[in-house]
């Protein structure tokens, strides 16, 4: 459920930064976001 609720989060972001053109900086932007959520919400699970 935390993962699809990340990624609806982050296409509504996608489209209104840009309207999803730029796909080339999307492409590294959004996985390292990805990444450091998850890894927050890992984080709170082991404490």
Request: aromatic share 8%.
């Amino acid at each position: 459920m935390k993962k699809t609720t990340c990624i609806e989060l982050t296409s509504k972001e996608l489209l209104n930064i840009n309207g999803g053109k730029t796909i080339a900086t999307n492409a590294t932007y959004y996985p390292n976001k990805w990444a450091k959520s998850a890894g927050k919400w890992i984080a709170s699970k082991i404490k």
